[in-house]
């Protein structure tokens, strides 16, 4: 059994975790509209793996029979300056839901809770992956600048994800 407070922050987090589906989604419609079809993949991608992250929540509150809300989510925005602009709040983004993480496995530290502990190792790890790929690709769009190859081929190189 978990807390009430433990069980109403992962169902914050639930929600936290579908709002990041739909930040991707609004981040490859833009993509979409202004030809970058290879972040536009990544983005699409990305969102179906936001909603990995809620659903594998919604899954361990089952598991220990406590109560699933499913939330309301806002329209997220579709307007961005330029792809570095895209990575760059993807990367702000993944790091205020490291810290939220964090703050998951510091209430069940508080709470004595080992079998929520252990479940959220799995998220710690994966906000270590989420961060290096977001800030890899700032990196990369950085040291191009401008450049209208430099931006195709990085463009062109998410088409593979
Ligand atoms: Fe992007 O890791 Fe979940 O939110």
Redesign the pocket.
Known sequence: MITARMEKEINAQIK??FE?AFIYMGMAAWAHKNGYFGTENFMWKQAKE?EG?ALKLIDYLKDVDATVEIPGIEKPTTGYKSILDVFEKGLEH?KH?TSRINNLVTISDEDGDYATNDFLQWYVS??VE?EKTFRNIVKRLKMVGDHVNGIFMIDSKLEER
């Open positions: 936290a975790e990041s936001e992250h993944e839901i994966e906000q989420e």
